[in-house]
């Protein structure tokens, strides 16, 4: 779901640019850290998150999934946090491990952490507080998906992409696939925190098993998860491969963590779980600086 550097033109990616940044900003204002307790927990969420997004699985012949992420944020540490978390994930990804464009991170932030951000809340805002949270928590994550991809095709196409109508009617099919697994992957790990942690949707701050959980499940799927990932492209791969347009990526930067690997080490997996583990360790570092940044400036 990461656009790379090469696919869109430059009044979009500079125009998204443009609109993300004050985005976030208005976003880590409205961030609520009362308690200190809470910024490890946005470091731990978004190290999960991380190395979620990092487990491909098949979901069609040639096509791959991945947890996105963007719901889960929301309806544990809320709105705002879940956007100034995953805008951090993203800006590692694009500049430590090469995954996105550098000059399309603010087309990539405005999908994934400010419209999916808005798409799962919405619903969950509006009947997730009765009976009904379930299904508004699996209603969220699935527009969260959707959302994003379908700006993605937007910008692609404002960008001068054209798609044909069977392209479309594949990249629908992926990306509806992709939303309802979303929707269940959400639902499921929001179950599991819960049994450990009574209400942890509602107060966060104190779910100190929880916070343990989530970073024993960040590292094994970053250590480990490699084994069963899938090596298939994901949808925005496979559809770019389909229009011809895969060869137009560039990179921009270069980085020993490029493509989830570690050149030190000559075993592939230990590469990849090695990089992996990096990565989970900077996303922690780099979301709690954050919060405690956030936290800093609201309280002076």
């Known amino acids: 779901m990461h656009i790379p ?3 869109l033109s430059a009044p979009v990616w500079a125009t998204l640019n443009a609109v993300s940044l004050p985005a976030v900003g208005y976003m880590a204002r409205r961030v ?3 308690e200190e307790s809470r910024i490890p927990l946005l470091g731990v969420l978004g190290a999960f998150v991380f190395a979620a997004q990092m487990v491909n699985f098949p979901v069609a012949p040639g096509t791959s999934s991945h947890l996105l992420g963007s719901a889960l944020l929301v309806y544990t540490v809320g709105p705002a946090a879940a956007t100034l978390v995953m805008t951090a994930i993203l800006a590692i990804q694009a500049l430590l491990f090469q995954d996105g464009g550098v000059l399309a991170l603010g087309a990539n932030v405005f ?3 400010v419209a999916a951000v808005a798409a799962a809340y919405i619903p969950y805002s509006l009947w997730g507080a009765g009976r009904f949270r379930r299904a508004a928590i699996f209603t969220g994550a699935a527009l969260s998906v959707l959302t994003s991809a379908t700006l993605a095709l937007v910008q692609l196409r404002l960008s001068g992409v054209a798609m044909q109508p069977a392209l479309l009617g594949f990249a629908g099919v992926w990306f509806v696939v992709a939303a309802l697994l979303e929707g269940l992957l959400t639902v499921a790990v929001l179950q599991a ?3 450990m942690n009574p209400g942890w949707i509602r107060k966060p701050a104190r779910a100190s098993r929880a916070v343990l959980w989530l970073a024993g499940a960040a590292f094994l799927l970053a250590g480990a998860g490699f084994v069963f990932a899938s090596t298939s492209p994901d949808g925005l791969e496979a559809l770019a491969g389909r229009l011809g347009i895969a060869s137009h990526s560039v990179t921009l930067l270069h980085s020993p963590l490029a493509d989830y690997e570690l050149a030190l080490f000559r075993t592939p997996w230990l ?9 989970i360790a900077v996303v922690y570092l ?3 600086l954050a919060a405690r940044l956030t936290r800093r400036l609201r309280s002076a």
Do not use: I, M, Q, Y
Not at 271 to 279: H, N, P, T
């Open 111 to 113: 999908n994934l952490a």
């Open 286 to 288: 780099l979301c709690a």
């Open 32 to 34: 609520e850290l009362r």
């Open 271 to 279: 590469r990849k779980a090695s990089a992996g583990l990096a990565g």
């Open 193 to 195: 925190l819960e049994r």
């Open 5 to 7: 550097d090469g696919f």
